[in-house]
């Protein structure tokens, strides 16, 4: 057969084309390997430090020393772009391994189909989320839902940050002054306008407009009143109960006393921590960030010399604080999952949860980290804050509390507006007709999540 | 009955004797150096404009962003929803936006653009130190619009502002303080700024323009007796006239889409900037990107795109002949 006949001509090729594709599978096989041992992953947090570029691959180094072969690419986005950068990339399923979203932004984003949920092993790894806060291991859920989307990372629990100095001046004891509504009113009437150290102290600074804040300041005033941001079936807003109005009542009557000062209600947080650690307000409301602004400011500056923190006044029904924070989630379209959750889980350990705190000021997420003596004895304000945290209350996670939050701070702000004395003047009528409005808008936008 | 008679043999034998008219060809080479241009205005103008027309017609919002265009398409909803339905949060809150937005363009208009023609007239004649007067006229327009918000937004505070402390303590112009971030001031505290930013660079178009002015008929007009009012009136308004038509369709069209300094004057998008300050670009982000209605967003954007083609070629048609030199 003529098929026969080639084969002395086509034998010294059979060895080199042997030879080529041993060759070709070698190098396929090189590649495959190659890529088997260098993934990379990509990481998107937040600013927690003031050098998270720097900060946090020093944080993950250990972990990533145990994983040759895998290399942490650190992305660090900010709180205004973070938003839309992560919900574009949960629309397009293309994204980063594993990312940070605060607390209100994961159950939107899970509802959105981003986020992969954790198998029953990996929540057996993590003991079944009992070594966390449960207030924050519910924000790592969809309200009504089944499923766990991440770990709880780090912590925001607000309290009032104020000056020994102003209180010992004014007379006023702050564990009275902090004991409810009422004596909370008198001590800031007393410290009102006194002069500390050459300086003319405002009482108390609050965020009335142009500010994230907005809300979460109000949150634990209305959940000590007995009331709540929803209703209880997440359905309704509640800011029209009787209760949540006699809170807001309360909050306003503040500022239009005077005991805000109107200037502060122009100010964002940021500008109003500063003041405070300059020296111009008595109390702020806060959360532990700002422990790294007083500590950064000037060894003989009056806060940093004067300062403690206490818990919300009592209201009538208790005495809450607004608990939020950030936790770490794997990405849907993640192609390295297995080495994402692995990491997710270490920065959810103890040890790496209390350095991060050490770096941010950020309080741990897990309570063993957050009672621990390299946490609480770096000054006893930071005990103080892991005490209020057992007290502290999260939102319901309900995916539509991203535009909920949109409505409550525009309306709020008008609030302050109104509280401010500039323009129409205060009244319980006119702040009810403007809660109604924020009512209606509010139950606008919970009736598209049905 | 048939009524189509067959072309008879003449007719035909005229047919071919008639002679072919020549095609005229066609140079493709224009074309072709054309073409990735215009391939590129598809891709980056045509093709977003169509996909944002359809995003406008679709129920986007949080809850079908994930489906994106495959979102339920729900026809001209959107748009009956902003423009008419008053239980509409966006439609709620637009007509203030509108009116802000209307009297913003028209005061930051005429005042950019007479200021800015004002000191070009100065400008245009030999002194010492032009150059570096002009320089430094032109500094505002180079600060970024971002910065311009923030900036004036510390600038604008009540007691540590220092508009205030010009205004009270330096001038003595008013008694107290007042507030330019809370109440009514907020319309004037985005519209100062505006203006401070938007003024250098007309000065610069109009200084241009004022070079192009035969220095003879200002001659000749003074040799006629003319005065300096006479002069700009008769003379330079009218050389200028082309410029200025078109600078106030740019500022006007420019205005209409501010956004950047109202963002960053008033909480970087977080807040509302009250009932005067807020303008028809932050409330269109706001809807779509704080409240996550994406369809009615577009259908906002579109609406402001309809009223500016609707504008433009009402100003085209008003000015064309000063626009275009014709007579």
Redesign the interface.
């Known amino acids: 057969m003529p098929a026969l006949a080639i084969p002395p001509l086509a034998s010294p090729a059979v060895p080199h084309r042997r030879r080529a594709a041993g060759w070709l599978a070698a190098l396929a096989l090189c590649l495959v390997a190659g890529q088997a041992a260098a993934v990379e992953l990509s990481m998107w947090v937040m600013p927690v430090t003031n050098n998270a570029q720097r900060d946090i691959p020093a944080l993950i180094a250990p972990w990533v020393a145990r994983h040759p072969g895998v290399t942490v690419r650190v992305t660090v986005l900010d709180w205004e772009s973070g938003w839309n950068k992560i919900t574009a990339a949960a629309a397009s399923r293309r994204g980063p391994d594993l990312l940070e979203l605060g607390s209100t932004w994961m159950p939107a984003i899970a509802a959105m189909g981003g986020l992969e949920p954790l198998s029953a092993a990996q929540l057996a790894e993590v003991g079944n989320g009992a070594p966390y806060y449960p207030q924050l291991w519910k924000t790592t859920q969809v309200f009504g839902r089944p499923g766990i989307y991440g770990l709880p990372w780090y912590a925001d629990v607000r309290a009032a940050f104020y000056r020994t100095d102003v209180f010992r001046q004014a007379g006023v004891d702050p564990a009275r002054a902090f004991a409810d509504w009422d004596s909370f009113r008198a001590a800031l009437r007393r410290i009102n306008g006194i002069t500390v150290a050459g300086k003319r102290v405002a009482a108390l600074a609050y965020a009335g407009k142009n500010d994230w804040n907005v809300v979460h300041n109000l949150a634990p005033w209305i959940w000590n009143a007995g009331g709540d941001m929803l209703t209880a079936d997440a359905k309704r807003s509640a800011l029209d109960t009787p209760q949540a109005l006699q809170a807001i009542a309360f909050y306003s009557s503040l500022a239009v006393e005077g005991l805000v000062p109107s200037n502060a209600l122009e100010k964002d947080s940021d500008i109003l921590e500063g003041a405070w650690v300059g020296g111009d307000y008595g109390v702020i409301f806060s959360g532990p960030w700002l422990m790294r602004r007083i500590f950064e400011a000037p060894a003989g500056s009056v806060a940093r010399a004067n300062f403690d923190v206490a818990p919300y006044p009592a209201g009538p029904h208790g005495r809450a604080s607004f608990f939020g924070g950030s936790n770490l989630a794997i990405f849907k379209g993640s192609r390295h999952k297995a080495e994402a959750w692995d990491l997710v889980r270490y920065l959810g350990g103890k040890e790496p949860q209390v350095r991060l705190s050490l770096l941010s000021s950020m309080m741990p997420a897990r309570v063993d980290a957050a009672n621990d003596p390299a946490w609480t004895a770096r000054h006893p304000a930071y005990a103080r804050l892991t005490a209020i945290a057992a007290d502290g209350r999260a939102y319901p996670p309900i995916p539509a509390w991203g535009p909920l939050e949109a409505v409550y701070t525009k309306h709020l702000g008008e609030l302050a507006e109104l509280s401010s004395g500039v323009g129409d003047k205060y009244s319980e009528p006119a702040m009810r007709a403007l809660i109604h409005d924020t009512v209606v808008e509010a139950d606008k936008v919970l009736q598209e999540a049905d | 009955m048939s009524t189509v008679s067959e072309p008879g043999p003449a007719a035909l034998a005229g047919a071919r004797a008639t002679p072919r008219p020549r095609r005229r060809k066609v140079d493709a080479f224009p074309y072709l150096l054309l073409a990735p241009a215009a391939l590129m205005m598809v891709i980056v103008n045509l093709l977003p404009i169509v996909q944002g027309l359809r995003m406008s017609m679709l129920k986007l919002?949080?809850?079908t962003?994930?489906q994106?265009m495959d979102a339920p398409f729900i026809g001209l909803r959107n748009y009956r929803g902003v423009l008419f339905d008053p239980?509409n949060?966006v439609h709620?809150g637009m007509l203030g936006a509108l009116r802000n937005t209307a009297l913003y363009s028209i005061l930051v208009t005429a005042c950019s653009v007479g200021i800015g023609l004002g000191v070009a007239l100065l400008l245009d004649r030999e002194f010492p130190g032009k150059a570096l007067a002009r320089t430094l006229l032109m500094l505002p327009w180079v600060v970024p619009t971002y910065v311009v918000g923030t900036l004036w937004g510390f600038m604008w505070?009540?007691?540590?502002g220092i508009v205030n402390h010009v205004l009270v303590d330096v001038l003595h112009l008013m008694d107290h303080k007042p507030?330019w971030?809370?109440?009514?001031n907020t319309f004037f505290a985005i519209v100062i700024p505006t203006v401070w930013r938007a003024w250098p660079v007309l000065m610069l178009i109009f200084l241009a323009a004022l070079q192009a002015v035969p220095e003879d008929l200002y001659e000749a007009a003074r040799l006629d007796g003319a005065g300096a009012w006479q002069r700009f009136r008769h003379i330079t308004l009218p050389a200028l006239k082309p410029v200025i038509v078109i600078q106030v369709m740019f500022q006007i069209i420019d205005n209409i889409y501010s956004y950047n300094i109202v963002a960053m004057m008033?909480?970087?998008?977080?807040?509302?900037p009250?009932?005067w300050g807020d303008l028809l670009m932050p409330l269109l982000t706001?809807q779509s990107?704080?409240?996550?209605?994406f369809g009615e967003g577009a259908a906002v954007s579109f609406v402001m795109m309809a009223v500016m083609l609707v504008f433009v070629a009402l100003w085209m048609r008003a000015f064309r002949r000063s626009m275009t030199d014709e007579e």
């Open positions: 919002n949080q809850y962003l994930s994106f239980d949060p709620a505070q009540r007691d540590e507030f971030l809370i109440g009514g008033f909480g970087k998008g977080a807040g509302y009250g009932e706001r990107f704080s409240y996550w209605r």
